[in-house]
């Protein structure tokens, strides 16, 4: 391909570049200008965080292709401001709480600097609008309204943005000082993607074409011949187990997949190259050999005596039982009683960075820089699978934009451990959207059956429940996600009645694991509803119920813990009630 010359202006700075024509802006700003402040979470002009300045107005760099930049202006977050002199909007994001991982800040300052820069005086609607391209999956946008909104104050000579914070002798409840603020809204800050060393090849996973099948046959021939293809592995050549698993008793999850795939998420086979276009290419050109097995797809199917295995030992994982007191004996003492069964859909984690890493092998030290949750859990993981002692693996957080729980599962960890262990290169892997969204953990999908009994002044009286989780291929942490559940089968109302069935079930869909609040959401889709039901059939107000049962000092739980300490069930409810209207 031949290159051509482009001329750009970067933050006032002139640049003359030679390049492949069908570069991307992003591409362009962040591997060839040096400035990886501008991110890429999507790759496919949706998320905002890839959005630069051009002639004063927002783009989606990672969409436009570079030449259409040619002779043009361009701003960036790092011509924003500098830690010494920030801009009002960067203070006002860190004053007002805007940033939280920081991987969608960039993008979200360059459109709210569009805004400003024409309208000083921007109504809420104003804002919401200028930055409905911008995707924040961590602060639930109001912050960034109020910041942007009191940067345009301080624009306007009204109100100058208090920053830096200052914090009394007591922290607790007072406003403080990011330690990681500055470095996010100057885009100074390093996620995996953002890390480069000199002659760093790029890794790229092949993922499989079935979601259940035997594999016959992995031919890397021809990938391996490919030009620019440093080396090709598959299981054979994980120098470990070729096992991970977040729960120590539970290791059911294949570095590369040998003899079968379980799902379309699992990796057959991994590609190193001289560039990530060239990996791609390389995947292929590998060619596999499956033979394509019946899948479950839901808990229902994969719960039949006859269900296709997912693994050798059968489809249920887990079976958590919760009992306490007399069930029976509840539901006789119950005026009324409510039932129903409920389904719960499996939630995409949706983290705006997707995964990356960076790893490089050297003096006889492995380490692996890297999106992560669980920093030493990876570690111990990349040591077993590449038979290294765990003294000689390194894992380096770098800043990690959002988790929510899908970041403490192993991704790509331990593959871009194993490239750099066997080329000795620096080895970067980064997913595209398509591989996060393939690969990611998810919250588990529910099937539940709930029974609730009450008397007839509202005091529950006996809990029955039968629940069913979709852990997916492998189980993650599946059974803390059925335990928790089970422990907290209604939720923060006591009763002393208890009998809970929760069952963890493998089945061919993506794997579900660590998502916030750990398996109580899905439950209270059912205890909520059937509360709701309760006091509609006794005559009183869905708040009236919740007040007669709701935890207090001194309550039950159903594992039978008392509460001491910190019970502020009632005071956030009765907060709620007031602040809602709901009386009026």
Same mark, same amino acid.
């Given at each position: 391909m031949v290159k051509k010359t482009i001329n750009l202006n970067v933050n006032g700075k002139p640049y003359e570049l030679l390049v492949e024509p069908d570069i991307k802006l992003a591409e362009l700003i962040r591997e060839k200008i040096g400035l990886t402040g501008t991110k890429i979470g999507c790759n496919n002009g949706e998320c905002g965080a890839?959005?630069?300045?051009?002639?004063?107005?927002?783009?989606?760099?990672?969409? &436009?292709? +570079?030449?259409?930049?040619?002779? %043009? $202006?361009?701003?960036?977050? =790092?011509?924003?401001?500098?830690?010494?002199?920030?801009?009002?909007?960067q203070k006002a994001f860190l004053a007002y709480g805007a940033v939280q991982c920081g991987f969608c800040t960039?993008?979200?300052? &360059?459109? +709210?600097?569009?805004?400003?820069? %024409? $309208?000083?005086?921007?109504? =809420?609607?104003?804002?919401?609008?200028?930055?409905?391209?911008?995707?924040?999956?961590?602060?639930?946008y109001k912050k960034i309204v109020d910041a942007i909104m009191a940067a345009a104050a301080e624009l306007r000579g009204e109100q100058e943005v208090k920053w830096p914070v200052t914090t009394g002798e007591d922290v607790i409840g007072s406003p403080v000082t990011?330690?990681?603020?500055?470095?996010?809204?100057?885009?100074?800050?390093?996620?995996a993607n953002d890390i480069y060393f000199p002659h760093m090849a790029y890794a790229k996973?092949?993922?499989?074409?079935?979601?259940?099948?035997?594999?016959?046959?992995?031919?890397?021939?021809?990938a391996l011949a490919h030009p620019g293809v440093v080396g090709v592995y598959t299981?054979?050549?994980?120098?470990?187990?070729?096992?991970?698993?977040?729960?120590?008793?539970?290791?059911?999850?294949?570095?590369?997949?040998?003899?079968?795939?379980?799902?379309?998420?699992?990796?057959?086979?991994?590609?190193?190259?001289?560039?990530?276009?060239?990996a791609e290419e390389?995947?292929?050109?590998?060619?596999?050999?499956?033979?394509?097995l019946p899948g479950v797809f839901s808990v229902e199917d994969a719960m039949k005596e006859d269900a296709p295995k997912v693994h050798e030992g059968g489809n249920l994982l887990l079976h958590r039982k919760m009992y306490r007191g007399d069930i029976e004996k509840g539901f006789s003492e119950a005026a009324v009683i409510v039932e129903d069964s409920f389904k719960t859909r499996m939630n995409e984690h949706a983290y705006i960075e997707p995964e990356a890493g960076v790893a490089l092998y050297e003096g006889g030290i492995l380490k692996v820089y890297t999106i992560t949750q669980g920093a030493h859990y990876h570690r111990g993981e990349i040591a077993v699978n590449l038979k290294l002692p765990v003294t000689k693996v390194r894992v380096i957080q770098t800043t990690t934009g959002g988790g929510f729980g899908g970041k403490i599962d192993v991704s790509l960890q331990v593959l871009v451990a194993l490239a750099a262990f066997k080329t000795g290169r620096p080895v970067k892997m980064a997913y595209s959207r398509e591989e996060s969204m393939l690969t990611s953990t998810k919250r588990h999908p529910y099937y539940m059956h709930y029974k609730i009994g009450a008397r007839s002044d509202g005091k529950l009286t006996a809990v029955q429940a039968e629940i069913y989780g979709d852990t997916g291929a492998y189980s993650s942490h599946g059974p803390g996600v059925l335990t928790r559940t089970a422990a907290s089968v209604v939720g923060p109302y006591e009763v002393d009645n208890i009998k809970v069935d929760a069952y963890c079930v493998y089945t061919n869909n993506p794997t579900a694991g660590a998502m916030?609040?750990?398996?109580?959401?899905?439950?209270?889709?059912?205890?909520?509803?059937?509360?709701?039901?309760?006091a509609q059939k006794l005559g009183i107000s869905a708040v009236e119920i919740r007040r007669i049962n709701g935890y207090r000092k001194g309550s039950v739980i159903p594992t039978g813990q008392v509460l001491t300490d910190g019970v502020g069930f009632?005071?956030?409810?009765?907060?709620v009630v007031e602040k809602s209207g709901f009386n009026r």
């Open positions: 890839c959005t630069i300045l051009l002639e004063g107005e927002p783009v989606a760099s990672c969409m &436009m292709p +570079a030449f259409k930049a040619h002779g %043009k $202006n361009i701003i960036t977050v =790092e011509g924003l401001g500098t830690a010494q002199n920030l801009h009002p909007l960039p993008g979200m300052l &360059m459109s +709210a600097k569009a805004l400003l820069d %024409k $309208n000083l005086n921007p109504t =809420e609607q104003d804002i919401r609008v200028s930055i409905s391209g911008n995707l924040c999956r961590c602060t639930g990011r330690v990681d603020g500055i470095p996010k809204v100057t885009g100074e800050s390093k996620f996973p092949l993922l499989s074409a079935h979601p259940h099948a035997l594999i016959k046959n992995v031919d890397t021939e021809k299981s054979k050549d994980v120098p470990g187990p070729n096992i991970v698993g977040i729960m120590p008793h539970i290791k059911d999850t294949p570095v590369l997949a040998g003899d079968k795939v379980r799902h379309y998420g699992d990796a057959v086979a991994l590609v190193v190259a001289e560039s990530a276009e060239i390389a995947l292929s050109l590998i060619n596999v050999d499956y033979e394509p916030r609040a750990f398996g109580s959401p899905q439950a209270s889709i059912a205890y909520e509803a059937l509360m709701d039901e309760l009632m005071e956030t409810f009765e907060n």
